[in-house]
T-cell receptor, first 116, second 115 residues
Framework: GAGVSQSPSNKVTEKGKDVELRCDPISGHTALYWYRQSLGQGLEFLIYFQGNSAPDKSGLPSDRFSAERTGGSVSTLTIQRTQQEDSAVYLCASSLATDYSNQPQHFGDGTRLSIL | AQSVTQLGSHVSVSEGALVLLRCNYS??????LFWYVQYPNQGLQLLLKYTTGATLVKGINGFEAEFKKSETSFHLTKPSAHMSDAAEYFCAVRGEMDSSYKLIFGSGTRLLVRP
């Protein structure tokens, strides 16, 4: 079946511009996660959505970052006024939420974001 | 707070040789541990996981890992390396308490396989 789909696969933009990254989770997965993978920081948790519950935004690095999940499916991560330190690979994952220990997170191929 | 330490940012082995990638964890609750593999320009793929029960866990592609509580370790091994095993490997621990959905990752180990 289809896995987690992320778009675009690559994004190059100028400093100060806004960007939107999209994630389409595996059908039926109610939990959705965003992570950031960068050279200096490794893999960092950004945000978590579960059904209609309030998202856990504790990993978002600044108020320039926001995310939403419409209709319990597709999610969009938005970065406003991008900075060079935002350059990274942004990974999305989804899982069945019944038992996090036994339900692995399935990752997309990521969006590689480069800020000029 | 949980943390994961992966010793060695790069490991190089010859094809057919033993692969050993080291992972040590810190957790205040019984840990749930994972190994993921990342091939170039791809996302993370789950290799194996330890939750409860048997401490020797078998995963895909011939990999296995042993949970050793006394050593707080979860090292990944494969008896005989294949060229296709060249990738980056990440060890991760589940977050604790109300953050059990989070994965806390190590910094990764890049495996190089020499012909």
């Amino acid at each position: 079946g289809a896995g987690v789909s992320q778009s675009p696969s690559n994004k190059v933009t100028e400093k100060g511009k806004d960007v939107e990254l999209r994630c389409d989770p595996i059908s039926g997965h109610t939990a959705l996660y965003w992570y950031r993978q960068s050279l200096g920081q490794g893999l960092e948790f950004l945000i978590y959505f579960q059904g209609n519950s309030a998202p856990d935004k504790s990993g978002l690095p600044s108020d320039r970052f926001s995310a939403e999940r419409t209709g319990g499916s597709v999610s969009t991560l938005t970065i406003q006024r991008t900075q060079q330190e935002d350059s990274a690979v942004y990974l999305c994952a989804s899982s069945l939420a019944t038992d996090y220990s036994n339900q692995p997170q399935h990752f997309g191929d990521g969006t590689r974001l480069s800020i000029l | 707070a949980q943390s994961v330490t992966q010793l060695g940012s790069h490991v190089s082995v010859s094809e057919g040789a033993l692969v050993l990638l080291r992972c040590n964890y810190s957790s205040s609750v019984p840990p749930y541990l994972f190994w993921y593999v990342q091939y170039p320009n791809q996302g993370l793929q789950l290799l194996l996981k330890y939750t409860t029960g048997a401490t020797l866990v078998k995963g895909i592609n011939g990999f296995e890992a042993e949970f050793k509580k006394s050593e707080t370790s979860f090292h990944l091994t494969k008896p005989s390396a294949h060229m296709s095993d060249a990738a980056e490997y990440f060890c991760a621990v589940r977050g604790e308490m109300d953050s059990s959905y989070k994965l806390i990752f190590g910094s990764g180990t890049r495996l190089l396989v020499r012909p």
